[in-house]
């Protein structure tokens, strides 16, 4: 070892630092192949039933002790999974015309909200081995698991350079429920990338002090392809890591880090994997929505709370064996980072490669790093359940879903921590507490594995809808199952959540009033608003649909679908998608839409992104006036046909040069209306909806086209160009002369005689 390596210059931070790491690592074929075949064996334990069963597992999540936001409803479980299923098929269907899907919210721009990464994917696997598309989501899903599980162990294994322990820690991947059933079900596009975070983080702690490096940007863009929650989690790991190294080393007067600009260095790679994805993120960062899972908008609504999703301490860190919480390892970390670092501060380690009067924190400043890391994690995830900085940005990428990184976090973390495990005994308590949780662990896991359930499709459950009805329809908050099984087929529709208005474009969650905490008067105007005839609720016994039908009752006509749900029917003259009104009303109405006005400390302009309608006034006048406009006999008609989701044709009759048309579904810069091959121009009304002026009499037909919108074109040529400057950057890097030597470690050797 050089004379250099004993000077406080050269802590590495990352998995190459010697003096975080115990011995020095060797690969090893017989001790890898074994715990590869254990954690193999122990996925195919867990997910054998889904691969020799039928195509869907929803059965299982009714399980009493797995239910999570939905609360005591029961829902027939897998919401996300049926979703993103059916909008692969819905691609399957429509291709090329899939940039517009009418069918779900108020009509949408799928590939500017959703990623493009799972349907890429899927649609892949569906064409390449001919599978159906439910048995094909579940396969790419248990291998993400699988694929997630082994880029663990790695990463344990290059930290702590211990075979078993690695084995053991990444097992809490596959033993943990929240993780294997929620992401199953509930947001599975997580846990088909997950192998991604572990992944990077391996990459990145090669030489964390380089953070900025082709490898580092490929995998940062891939993430976000993938899925944003992945990709903020890892920028904020690595935000946190080399924040907390920076700032030890400089207490310890480490020289040299300075000269590295890390901090920059991390700007740098962010947005660059942003630019590199351009043609994803430009789309993204250019609309506002009031949240985002698999998707990332930036807008994010005050007073926007996930308090259900959110879990008590006690569930958070003690209840493994159902959904609630992220199983043993995250009490696990802490125990024994508390326990190991108290025994380190009463006994420092002696070391001769570096001086023992450091602090701890730079002896062992991965382990540090991670700690923050993982704190900072938890605290942040307690944060949602306040109205308080930072959670009120954070809460736009629905933070409380990131639970599946906490858990990477702390097995890297005790994987770090095995070198604070210095003597016999102190080993024995690290292994010892590993092996009690695991085989707890264990007995969960059979437990999960006997009651799980499969069946072979949903298409017989009573909340499908497969009926044609008018208009669109909606639920209330709980009915989330019936909402998201029918959002891809041809049921326009929309539904509800807290107590958020109606009238944000491509909103995630739609009508707050249809939560039932309105009066029946104000939820009857937005439902008509909207164009919805029939809204939906479960007969279960909860909170929210009772006080639909309570509020409801005698006001509207309610109708027994069948065992499980009922509906109200809202009454509407006409429908349809499109329909023929006065120019004269229009301007009438359009002169009643709310300005600026300051709500709740923060300041709404018009009626998009619009929460708390109970009391907007204004907002209520200006709706009222529109669906009384719409609710009147006009003599002119407007047929709606759709050729594909991208082009339609509504066909005016018996029009006057006064005769306007209202097209019911979300305006976007990306539509273009035409007659006869003329121009007309598109303006807003209503809950963000269109109104065109042909200015023609008799009978017409307007061309209404939704074309690939600028956001996605700037986005591509963002790409293409970032792609060729760090192209060129890389390459002509490496033909520059270093002045520092990093063969084995990142940091300036500046005291050359030293270094000789």
Not at 449 to 469: C, G, H, R, S, Y
Request: one cysteine or more.
């Amino acid at each position: 070892m050089s004379k250099a390596r004993s000077l406080d210059t050269d802590y590495r931070f990352g998995y190459l630092d010697e003096n975080q790491r115990a011995s020095k690592f060797k690969w090893r074929i017989v001790p890898l192949l074994l715990c590869l075949l254990f954690l193999s064996g122990s996925w195919f334990f867990l997910t054998e039933k889904i691969i020799f069963g039928d195509n869907y597992i929803s059965e299982t999540y009714d399980h009493v002790g797995w239910r999570t936001n939905e609360g005591e409803t029961p829902t027939h479980g897998a919401w996300d999974l049926e979703a993103h299923i059916w909008k692969s098929e819905y691609i399957l269907e429509h291709w090329p015309h899939v940039l517009w899907n009418p069918y779900w919210y108020l009509g949408m721009p799928l590939f500017k909200y959703y990623q493009a990464g799972f349907y890429v994917v899927h649609v892949g696997v569906i064409k390449i081995f001919g599978l159906h598309p439910a048995y094909a989501a579940n396969m790419i899903i248990i291998v993400g698991l699988l694929l997630a599980v082994f880029a663990t162990f790695l990463l344990c294994l290059r930290i702590s350079g211990r075979y078993i322990l690695s084995a053991m820690l990444s097992f809490f991947l596959l033993s943990n429920t929240f993780l294997t059933l929620r992401s199953f079900g509930w947001e599975p596009i997580t846990v088909v990338f997950l192998w991604l975070f572990p992944l990077s983080l391996l990459v990145f702690l090669r030489q964390p002090l380089r953070p900025f490096r082709i490898w580092m940007i490929v995998v940062l863009t891939a993430s976000y392809l993938a899925h944003p929650l992945i990709w903020f989690a890892l920028c904020m790991t690595l935000g946190l890591y080399l924040f907390v190294i920076s700032v030890s080393a400089s207490r310890a007067r480490t020289q040299g880090i300075a000269h590295h600009n890390v901090l920059t260095q991390y700007v740098a790679l962010v947005i660059s994997s942003l630019l590199l994805g351009g043609f994803q993120s430009a789309a993204q960062f250019t609309y506002s929505q009031v949240t985002s899972g698999a998707h990332m908008g930036v807008s994010y609504l005050p007073f926007y709370h996930v308090m259900h999703n959110v879990l008590p301490v006690s569930e958070f860190f003690f209840s493994f064996g159902n959904l609630r919480g992220p199983g043993p390892i995250v009490l696990l970390a802490f125990i024994l980072l508390f326990v190991l670092v108290a025994l380190a501060v009463k006994r420092p380690k002696s070391n001769s490669t570096a001086d023992s009067s450091t602090p701890l924190v730079v002896h062992y400043a991965m382990s540090f790093a991670l700690s923050v890391v993982l704190v900072v994690m938890v605290v942040f995830y307690y944060f949602a359940a306040l109205n308080i900085f930072p959670m009120n940005i954070l809460s736009s990428v629905q933070y409380h879903r990131m639970i599946p990184e906490f858990m990477i976090i702390s097995a890297a973390l005790i994987a770090s921590l095995y070198t604070l495990a210095r003597t016999r005994a102190i080993k024995i308590l690290y292994y010892g507490a590993i092996v009690a949780c695991l085989l707890a662990s264990v007995v969960v896991m059979f437990g999960v594995q006997a009651d799980w359930q499969t069946i072979d499709n949903l298409d017989d459950k009573p909340e499908m809808i497969f009926e044609d009805v008018p208009g669109r329809i909606s639920m209330p908050y709980t009915e989330q199952s019936l909402a998201v099984r029918n959002s891809f087929t041809s049921q326009h529709q929309v539904y509800g959540y807290y107590e958020q208005g109606i009238t944000n474009s491509y909103a995630d969650e739609m009508f707050s009033v249809s939560s039932g905490f309105h009066t029946a008067e104000h939820t009857i105007l937005y439902l008509q608003a909207a164009g919805v005839t029939r809204l939906y609720v479960n007969k279960a016994n909860t909170i929210r649909n009772e006080q639909v039908r309570n509020q409801l009752s005698g006001d509207l006509l309610y109708v027994d679908a069948n065992e499980r749900y009922s509906y109200f029917h809202i009454p509407i003259r006409d429908p349809s998608l499109a329909q023929a009104v006065p120019i004269s009303e229009v301007e009438q109405v359009l002169s009643l839409e709310p300005g600026c006005r300051v709500m709740f400390q923060e300041t709404y302009c018009g009626s998009v992104g619009q929460e708390f309608v109970a009391r907007d006034l204004l907002e209520q006048q200006y709706l009222r006036a529109y669906v009384n406009m719409l609710e009147r006999d006009y003599e002119a008609t407007a047929e709606f046909i759709m050729d594909n989701p991208d082009n339609y044709r509504i066909v005016v009759r018996d029009a006057t040069e006064d005769t306007a048309v209202v097209i019911k579904m979300t305006d976007d810069r990306s539509w273009q209306a035409t007659v006869d091959g003329q121009r007309v121009e598109i303006r807003t009304i209503g809950p963000d909806y269109m109104v065109v002026h042909p200015n023609r009499f008799g009978e017409y037909t307007i061309h209404l086209k939704y074309r690939l919108n600028i956001e996605h074109i700037v986005g591509g040529v963002l790409s293409i160009i970032t792609f060729f400057v760090l192209l060129g950057f890389f390459f002509f890097r490496r033909r520059i002369p270093r002045t520092y030597e990093n063969e084995r470690g990142d940091l300036f050797v500046e005291n050359k005689e030293v270094a000789k």
